[in-house]
């Protein structure tokens, strides 16, 4: 009897450890889930081409550390009057970037305060043309070489002067990869504008010939009706 009795107590003791074990899996599994898979990253960029539609209002979530600088410029491409509303919202919900109707528009945060900025294009001025607009975000952290500093002066050396170049070389690349980022946006307006004014010329000159074809085509049968001659015959009686 107690024989029996302990082992019940043991398989117990087993299926709660195994139950707590599994448990804690899953908890960690989940909050892993719920970290986006850049947040160890020195540096993200990302650049986006979205189309808002006619009347409408899209929203983007983007995720940043506390600490980091936040960059995030947008730019339409073609539709409409290449115009189109931008607004951003910190984490705490607040307007840091009320809404202006304008062609291109940027924000920085130079000192996150950690969490999710959404950043929202507004077409609702537009109420028949679309917009296909380019979004352009970087979330970079300049505090990861002061991390690298610290684990390279537990090696005892000094890379005081080789940190702080490797910070100026970090933050002029960033401004780079912004600047490229506007001719890239400048180039794209371009060449949608450029084949919006092919397409029209192309169209319009198709409908000139059409017209003038037809023109010619009516002229010439009221021309050759003018010169026509009626023969008419005689009856004998």
Same mark, same amino acid.
């Given at each position: 009897?107690?024989? &029996?009795?302990?082992?019940?107590?043991?398989?117990?003791? +087993? &299926?709660?450890?195994?139950?707590?074990?599994?448990?804690? #899996?899953?908890? #960690?599994?989940?909050?892993?889930?719920?970290?986006?898979? !850049?947040?160890?990253?020195?540096?993200?960029?990302?650049? %986006?081409? +979205?189309? =808002?539609?006619?009347?409408?209002?899209?929203?983007?979530?983007? %995720?940043? @550390?506390?600490?980091?600088?936040?960059?995030?410029?947008?730019? /339409?491409?073609?539709?409409?009057?290449?115009?189109?509303?931008?607004?951003?919202?910190?984490?705490?919900?607040?307007?840091?970037?009320? %809404?202006?109707? @304008?062609?291109?528009?940027? $924000?920085?945060?130079?000192?996150?305060?950690?969490? $999710?900025?959404?950043?929202? #294009?507004?077409? @609702?001025?537009?109420?028949?043309?679309?917009?296909?607009?380019?979004? %352009? =975000?970087?979330? /970079?952290? !300049?505090?990861?070489?002061?991390?690298?500093?610290?684990? =390279?002066?537990?090696?005892?050396?000094?890379?005081?002067?080789? &940190?702080?170049?490797?910070? &100026?070389?970090?933050?002029?690349?960033?401004?780079?990869?912004? $600047?490229?980022?506007? *001719?890239?946006?400048?180039?794209?307006?371009? $060449?949608?504008?450029?084949?919006?004014?092919? *397409?029209?010329?192309?169209?319009?000159? #198709?409908?000139?010939?059409? /017209?003038?074809? =037809?023109?010619? *085509?009516?002229?010439?049968?009221?021309?050759?009706?003018?010169?026509?001659?009626?023969?008419?015959?005689?009856?004998?009686?």
């Amino acid at each position: 009897m107690g024989l &029996t009795w302990q082992r019940l107590r043991f398989n117990l003791l +087993v &299926t709660i450890g195994l139950t707590s074990f599994c448990l804690l #899996i899953k908890t #960690i599994s989940a909050q892993e889930a719920q970290q986006p898979w !850049y947040e160890n990253l020195p540096a993200v960029a990302m650049d %986006y081409k +979205v189309h =808002i539609d006619a009347g409408k209002e899209d929203c983007y979530h983007q %995720y940043v @550390q506390a600490g980091a600088t936040f960059y995030v410029s947008f730019s /339409v491409v073609r539709g409409g009057d290449g115009m189109a509303g931008f607004a951003v919202r910190n984490p705490a919900g607040e307007i840091v970037k009320p %809404y202006q109707w @304008q062609a291109t528009a940027d $924000y920085t945060d130079q000192v996150s305060p950690g969490g $999710y900025y959404s950043v929202c #294009i507004d077409n @609702q001025f537009s109420r028949f043309a679309g917009k296909l607009v380019n979004i %352009y =975000i970087t979330v /970079v952290k !300049y505090d990861a070489w002061d991390k690298y500093a610290k684990e =390279i002066e537990e090696l005892q050396l000094n890379m005081q002067n080789f &940190t702080t170049t490797i910070g &100026t070389v970090e933050r002029n690349i960033n401004d780079m990869l912004g $600047y490229q980022a506007h *001719s890239r946006h400048r180039e794209s307006r371009d $060449y949608a504008l450029l084949l919006d004014n092919n *397409s029209y010329i192309q169209t319009f000159s #198709i409908s000139q010939i059409v /017209v003038i074809l =037809i023109t010619c *085509s009516i002229q010439v049968f009221f021309v050759r009706k003018l010169f026509e001659v009626k023969t008419t015959t005689k009856s004998r009686i």
